[in-house]
Structure formats: C-alpha cells, structure tokens
C-alpha cells in the first residue's frame, strides 16, 4: 500500500490539474500554426471536435507516420501536467531509493534507464513542453519521498 498509493495519488492530482488546465500540447500549436482559431479554442471542443481539427490538420502534412498519427488523436487532453512522467517517475524514486539502499544497483540502473525513456519520449513525441516534464518529477518526489522514509523506518519514533 504504501508503495501504491504514491502512484494513485499522482494520477488523481494529474486529472484535477488537467480538468482546470487548457495548455495546448507542443503537437497542437505545431498543427495550428496555420488555424489559429483552432489553437485559441482547441480545449473549449468536445473530444471528437478536437479529433477532427487535429486530423483536418494532419490531413495536409504527409510527414507524420500514420502511428504517431494515432497516438495524437488519442491523446487531446491538455499538456500540463504529464501522467506518464509523473508515473515513471513515482515508481523510478521509490525503487531506486529502496534498492540502492540494498546495494542493488544494475537493477536501480535499468529503473532510471525506463523512466528517463520514457520521459524522454513525451517529449520527443510532441505530447509534453519541458515544464510539464519538470513539474511532474517535482510533484513525484514530493509524492514518493515520505513513503520511502516510511519504508525505510523513517516514523518508527525510534
């Protein structure tokens, strides 16, 4: 549980932030370059009207691989703050601070390797501006450090 309710936490933080927060993905402000109607109201559109501008939009470019497609148009909630990064990187701090306390330190490699891939890929992919990414580490830590003290003894009183 208390490794967990970490993660839930998180991810329930993520949701209310997003409900009350319209920063446009770096994908969309690419898009609507040429709409800027578009990238003013993208986030006052139901789900299928921001579907439909976004594959209006990807229409007109052939540079884009048909997957990568798919994963925008999944994908049309607003940036900030990133889920997957502040998953990865909720789990990253909690396992990597208990296992290197155990010496374990191929397997805290391959943990930071995963969450910096994946991080690094919301990035790479156009879902995420480098604020969003940060934040999301910050408000991880906060969120996995008293449980690894807690793991780790830390309220015992002792």
Excluded at 32 to 40: E, G, L
Excluded at 51 to 62: E, F, H, P, T, W
Excluded at 89 to 102: K, Q, Y
């Amino acid at each position: 549980m208390a490794l967990l309710l970490p993660v839930i936490i998180g991810q329930l933080a993520i949701n209310v932030i997003k409900q009350h927060n319209q920063e446009p993905r770096p994908y969309v402000v690419w898009l609507s370059q040429t709409d800027r109607q578009a990238d003013q109201h993208f986030y006052q559109l139901d789900v299928a009207q921001r579907q439909q501008l976004i594959k209006r939009d990807l229409a007109s470019n052939g540079a884009i691989p048909a997957w990568q497609q798919q994963h925008w148009l999944a994908q049309t909630d607003p940036a900030f703050p990133s889920g997957h990064t502040i998953f990865a990187a909720t789990w990253a701090l909690m396992a990597v601070s208990l296992l290197l306390a155990r010496g374990k330190w191929l397997l805290s490699t391959v943990i930071v390797l995963w969450a910096a891939g994946v991080i690094i890929s919301r990035l790479a992919l156009g879902m995420h501006w480098p604020g969003d990414v940060f934040v999301s580490i910050m408000l991880a830590l906060y969120l996995s450090m008293p449980s690894v003290y807690w793991l780790r003894g830390g309220f015992t009183g002792d």
